[in-house]
């Protein structure tokens, strides 16, 4: 799933190629994509484009008259900018945005098509979308632990809940806790003063670092191949070694989980009674 880093990157991009154009028509393959029956997609054709915003994971296309154009590409959503009339025809496609030089395609890997598309009208509307996580590039060190220590979860747990810190997911909160040298199942209330400083500036400098190179990249051209899996990742994606909480870890034995992946297998979905 796109996180902060990658969809910074998109609105570097989108911003870039169609900042100020004119949304000439929308041409639809997936009839599921879009979430919202008022105001109609159909309001959006022949306005002007004025900015682009992020909400969490989500990417605002603000069009003049104060309508929105928000979309959520989940885990397997990405934008992909193709030739003048290009058609959203392939399995994959889910929309295809037109402008007069180009077409802006939406596309979507997979059976499971979860990307979604919402029409909105002003603020209250855009808010609506808002997950209220917290910004943690333009948060103090006493805002980040007040929201950490919330609740009794696991790192891994807490980082990832949109509800608490904003565009972390799978990756980047593995490549954090790498940085941070700490186990993603230590709960966040057996945290010591020292290990809730150097997390907070092990997420804010891995961050940063990502948000900086991903958007020079995509000052240069479009970013194509928005992945969870980079080469130059530390940890994610190359099934390293689960950091242990010794305690938990003692008792699980040999079912403790020796990698990510398999730990987020075990620990399955948040939980649903968290704010």
């Known amino acids: 799933m796109p996180e902060l880093p990658d969809v910074l990157a998109y609105l570097t991009g989108l911003e870039r190629l169609l900042g100020g154009r004119t949304l000439g028509s929308i041409q639809l393959r997936s009839p599921f994509l879009v979430r919202t029956f008022e105001p109609q997609l159909e309001t959006a054709v022949g306005r002007r ?26 885990i397997a959503g990405r934008f992909h900018w193709k030739k003048a009339g290009t058609k959203p025809s392939r399995k994959i496609d889910l929309a295809a945005f037109h402008f007069d030089d180009g077409a802006m395609l939406l ?16 603020a209250a509307g855009l808010a609506a979308h808002d997950p209220g996580g917290l910004e943690v590039l333009d948060a103090s060190l006493a805002d980040f632990t007040a929201v950490l220590m919330r609740h009794n979860h696991t790192l891994k747990r807490a980082l990832t809940d949109p509800r608490l810190f904003s565009g972390i997911g799978n990756a980047y909160s593995d490549e954090i806790l790498h940085a941070a040298q700490l186990s993603p ?10 290990e809730i400083t150097g997390l907070y500036e092990a997420t804010r400098s891995t961050l940063a670092d990502w948000c900086a190179r991903m958007q020079a990249e995509a000052h240069v051209a479009f970013p194509e191949k928005v992945s969870a899996f980079r080469p130059e990742m530390a940890v994610h994606g190359r099934c390293g070694k689960v950091l242990a909480d010794r305690q938990l870890s003692r008792m699980l034995k040999n ?18 009674g968290a704010p």
């Open 49 to 74: 484009l004025v900015g682009f915003r992020r909400i969490g994971k989500r990417i605002a296309w603000k069009l003049e008259g104060d309508l929105f154009l928000v979309i959520h590409p989940m």
């Open 255 to 272: 079912d403790w989980p020796k990698t990510i992946e398999a730990l987020e297998v075990r620990l399955g979905p948040l939980d649903k």
């Open 107 to 122: 596309t979507e890997a997979g059976s499971k098509k979860r990307a979604s598309l919402h029409v909105v009208a002003g």
């Open 185 to 194: 199942v230590k709960w966040t209330t057996r945290l010591t003063t020292e």
